[in-house]
Nanobody, 121 residues
Framework: QVQLVESGGGLVQPGGSLRLSCVASGNIYSITFMGWYRQAPGKERELVARITSSGSTHIVDSVKGRFTISGDNAKNTAYLQMNSLKPEDTAVYYC???????????????WGKGTLVTVTA
C-alpha cells in the first residue's frame, strides 16, 4: 500500500510564505512524478506544480514566480514553497503522485488527504 501525507498548511497573511511537504511511503518501487493540486471552495481541483523523478518541473502560470516545487528522491518527498501568498491561493492543497508499488508492474495515481492553506488578513 502506498500513502501520501501532506503537512505544512495553515493560516498566513497576504504576502506571507508557507512550505508544504508531501511524503510518499509504503511498498514503493519507483516514483514517476509527484505534484500538488489545489481546490478552492466552490471550484474544481487544479494542478499547481509537478516534479518528475529526474527533477523536471512544471508550474502553472497563476503561481509562477511565487511558488517553487522541489523534491528529495532519497526521502520520497516533494515540497511546495509558496511565497507572496494571496487570498486567492486559499485552498486545500493535495499531493499527487504517479507511483509504481512493488506489488504491480504499472504505475498508479495516488492522492494525499490534503492540507488547508488559508491566506487572510
Amino acid at each position: 500500500q502506498v500513502q501520501l501525507v501532506e503537512s505544512g498548511g495553515g493560516l498566513v497573511q497576504p504576502g506571507g510564505s508557507l512550505r508544504l511537504s508531501c511524503v510518499a511511503s509504503g511498498n514503493i518501487y519507483s516514483i514517476t512524478f509527484m505534484g500538488w493540486y489545489r481546490q478552492a471552495p466552490g471550484k474544481e481541483r487544479e494542478l499547481v506544480a509537478r516534479i518528475t523523478s529526474s527533477g523536471s518541473t512544471h508550474i502553472v502560470d497563476s503561481v509562477k514566480g511565487r511558488f517553487t516545487i522541489s523534491g528529495d528522491n532519497a526521502k520520497n518527498t516533494a515540497y511546495l514553497q509558496m511565497n507572496s501568498l494571496k487570498p486567492e491561493d486559499t485552498a486545500v492543497y493535495y499531493c499527487n503522485g504517479l507511483i509504481t508499488p512493488r506489488t504491480q508492474d504499472w504505475a498508479s495515481q495516488y492522492w494525499g488527504k490534503g492540507t488547508l492553506v488559508t491566506v487572510t488578513a
